[in-house]
């Protein structure tokens, strides 16, 4: 048995998907380091007990208020939630250059930046490295073009994610991109599958069940694998 709690750390933890990772993993008695960019998502992180750091995923300091903020932890697991949706388009609608750089930026280059900091700290344990990905960046299963910059930048995360799993999993941590269902958040809208607590006890148990030989898969909350 372990001699120490398991901790996580969740990046973009102020609400949604997010806050309820930091939420059920507190409940479950896990040491909980949760990111948000304002002080009222701080706040509601601190209500729950967990550790915080202020950070917003675009700013230059992002890197390093992130890496003192873990320095020295050991961690089980870290997860890249942050995201947003960018324009809601239905064809091929171009996007401006404004909503290109804000979705990108967001969606995949902080997350190539800040993911891969949390590695040493995860090697430390054996730990998990998970990316809140998308269904809708899926290749293989694309069947619709509603908001197509945001299946381009998840699409791109996925990449980012293979990647990160040829580099970090020989390090012995393990790399999965996540699908969370469709989930009634901010983003999600009321009109979604499932609620953001079914969604995050699937995602958790899959992490769970999560094995190193299934290091740079695609998941459904389920635990099954989505085609790339
Ligand atoms: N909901 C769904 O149906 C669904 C489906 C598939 C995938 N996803 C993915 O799941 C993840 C979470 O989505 P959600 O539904 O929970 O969305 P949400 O309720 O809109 O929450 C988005 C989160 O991202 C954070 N964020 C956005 N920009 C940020 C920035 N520049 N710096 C730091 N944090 C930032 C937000 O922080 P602030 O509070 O500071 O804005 C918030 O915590 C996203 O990656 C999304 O693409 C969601």
Redesign the pocket.
């Known amino acids: 048995m372990k001699d120490r709690k398991n901790s996580a750390l969740i990046i973009?933890?102020?609400?949604?998907?997010?806050?309820e990772l930091a939420r059920q993993y507190r409940e479950d008695k896990w040491d909980v380091i949760g990111?948000?960019?304002?002080e009222a998502?701080l706040a509601r992180l601190a209500a729950i007990g967990a550790k915080t750091i202020k950070?917003?995923?675009?700013t230059a300091d992002a890197p390093a208020l992130l890496q003192a903020g873990i320095a020295g932890a050991r961690l089980d697991l870290a997860i890249y939630?942050?995201?947003?949706?960018g324009p809601r388009t239905q064809k091929l609608e171009a996007p401006t250059e404004a909503e290109f750089e804000a979705v990108m930026r967001?969606?995949v280059l902080?997350t190539m930046t800040l993911a891969p900091l949390a590695a040493p700290a995860l090697a430390r344990s054996a730990g998990k490295l998970a990316v809140?990905?998308?269904?809708?960046g899926s290749i293989g299963v694309r069947s619709a073009t509603t908001s197509w910059l945001y299946r381009t930048s998840?699409a791109a995360l996925n990449s980012a994610l293979k990647d990160m799993s040829l580099v970090l999993g020989p390090q012995g941590v393990t790399c999965v991109t996540l699908?969370?269902?469709?989930?009634r958040?901010?983003?999600?809208g009321a009109g979604?599958d499932i609620d953001v607590a079914t969604s995050v006890r699937g995602i958790r148990a899959a992490l769970a069940a999560l094995t190193p030989d299934r290091n740079g898969s695609f998941l459904n909350y389920d635990g099954s694998e989505i085609p790339w």
Do not use: E, Q, Y
């Not at 950070?55 to 675009?58: F, N």
């Open positions: 973009g933890a102020s609400r949604g998907i997010g806050f990111t948000a960019r304002d998502g950070l917003d995923v675009t939630c942050a995201g947003i949706v967001i969606n902080a809140i990905s998308s269904r809708m998840k699908h969370p269902g469709w989930v958040t901010d983003m999600g979604a």
